[in-house]
């Protein structure tokens, strides 16, 4: 018995007529007719009287039509939860980023617009000193959207999105000699000392990071490692060396005395990735996700005329 035949039992049952029926259903009067005697035949009772004017039901069509408004009740009351639970506003939202990600303009446009669709929403935005901390606690199920600077393979348990592609850029101090060129070769930054990371930060993007430099040519001579990205700068910015910085550095502030350029020949890109648990998708999440992706021509950014620019 499938649920087709017992709508359309309901409604001849509810019109008393197959006519009226057909018209309630929007079907052909003789295909109704086909339904109706065939679910006659599968339960091998008569379910009407067939009148002169109409029908009539019998005590057998009279059970089955309080049983099928019941079913057709439960199968009209799951679809309408499984919409809602689609359109569900959560009270909560726990959006967890790398620090720096949150300094960008077109993130925190994306935090504004979704508190202005959902006034009643609590945004939750704890900050991570680096990407590997934001998947695992991503993973683990304290937060529903991780912003991060790193791959997130999608399977049944994470969901994402590129943002934004970015690039590594060599930082320089504002007074040195290599500031009047606009893209810098693999000679120019060979023999100078670069303040980093820490490898133990993100083991696999240091080594990812130092490789493209070799790739395009370059040796990175480190000198120090600074964990701190605002204090790398402000060394930098000192004179006490060079630094590498994502090209992102251009979209948020950062310390004056400083200019990024570009390497010739570096191929290696990171992005912005958005990942989140496909078990808490939800309408907030979907905003959130499309303000994020959202790149109005008039905000596109055009690096080489940033990294021009004075500081």
Same mark, same amino acid.
């Given at each position: 018995?499938?649920?087709?035949?017992?709508?359309?039992?309901? =409604?001849?049952?509810?019109?008393?007529?197959?006519?009226?029926?057909?018209?309630?259903?929007?079907?052909?009067? *003789?295909?109704? &007719?086909?339904?109706?005697?065939?679910?006659?035949?599968?339960?091998?009772?008569?379910?009407?009287?067939?009148?002169?004017?109409?029908?009539?039901?019998?005590?057998?069509?009279?059970?089955?039509?309080?049983?099928?408004?019941?079913?057709? =009740?439960?199968?009209?009351?799951?679809?309408?939860? #499984?919409?809602?639970?689609?359109?569900?506003?959560?009270?909560?939202?726990?959006?967890?980023?790398? *620090?720096?990600?949150?300094?960008?303009?077109?993130?925190?446009?994306?935090?504004?617009?979704? *508190?202005? =669709?959902?006034?009643?929403?609590?945004?939750?935005?704890?900050?991570?000193?680096?990407?590997?901390?934001?998947?695992?606690?991503?993973?683990?199920?304290?937060?529903?959207?991780?912003?991060?600077?790193?791959?997130?393979?999608?399977?049944? /348990?994470?969901?994402?999105?590129?943002?934004?592609?970015?690039?590594?850029? #060599?930082?320089?101090?504002?007074?040195?000699?290599?500031?009047?060129?606009?893209?810098?070769?693999? %000679?120019?930054?060979?023999?100078?000392?670069?303040?980093?990371?820490?490898?133990?930060?993100?083991?696999?993007?240091?080594?990812?990071?130092?490789?493209?430099? /070799?790739?395009?040519?370059?040796?990175?001579?480190?000198?120090?490692?600074?964990?701190?990205?605002?204090?790398?700068?402000?060394?930098?910015?000192?004179?006490?060396?060079?630094?590498?910085? &994502?090209? *992102?550095?251009?979209?948020?502030?950062?310390?004056?005395?400083?200019?990024?350029?570009?390497? =010739?020949?570096?191929?290696?890109?990171?992005?912005?990735?958005?990942?989140?648990?496909?078990? #808490?998708?939800?309408?907030?999440?979907?905003?959130?996700?499309? /303000?994020?992706?959202?790149?109005?021509?008039?905000?596109?950014?055009?690096? %080489?005329?940033?990294?021009?620019?004075?500081?």
């Amino acid at each position: 018995m499938d649920f087709r035949k017992l709508r359309y039992f309901e =409604a001849v049952a509810t019109e008393r007529n197959l006519r009226k029926g057909a018209e309630r259903l929007h079907v052909a009067q *003789s295909a109704l &007719s086909r339904r109706i005697a065939e679910l006659e035949q599968e339960l091998g009772v008569p379910l009407f009287d067939r009148l002169p004017r109409g029908l009539r039901l019998r005590p057998s069509g009279e059970v089955l039509l309080a049983h099928a408004r019941r079913i057709i =009740a439960d199968v009209e009351q799951a679809r309408s939860a #499984v919409e809602a639970s689609a359109n569900m506003i959560p009270r909560t939202i726990r959006i967890g980023l790398v *620090s720096r990600v949150g300094q960008m303009e077109f993130i925190t446009r994306a935090f504004r617009d979704m *508190s202005a =669709a959902f006034p009643s929403l609590s945004t939750e935005m704890p900050i991570y000193s680096h990407s590997t901390a934001v998947l695992d606690r991503l993973s683990s199920g304290d937060l529903d959207i991780g912003l991060m600077y790193r791959p997130v393979p999608d399977d049944d /348990h994470c969901r994402s999105i590129i943002l934004r592609e970015f690039q590594p850029m #060599v930082v320089l101090p504002n007074s040195h000699p290599l500031t009047q060129k606009e893209l810098l070769t693999p %000679d120019d930054i060979n023999g100078e000392e670069f303040l980093l990371f820490p490898r133990r930060i993100d083991p696999s993007y240091h080594t990812t990071l130092v490789n493209a430099f /070799h790739a395009a040519g370059a040796t990175l001579t480190v000198s120090q490692e600074i964990e701190m990205e605002e204090v790398r700068l402000g060394l930098v910015a000192a004179g006490m060396g060079l630094s590498v910085a &994502s090209s *992102s550095l251009l979209e948020r502030p950062h310390p004056a005395g400083i200019v990024l350029r570009p390497l =010739a020949d570096m191929k290696f890109r990171t992005n912005l990735v958005a990942a989140w648990r496909p078990q #808490v998708e939800s309408l907030v999440m979907d905003t959130f996700l499309a /303000h994020c992706r959202t790149k109005e021509k008039d905000d596109a950014i055009c690096l %080489d005329e940033l990294a021009k620019r004075p500081n």
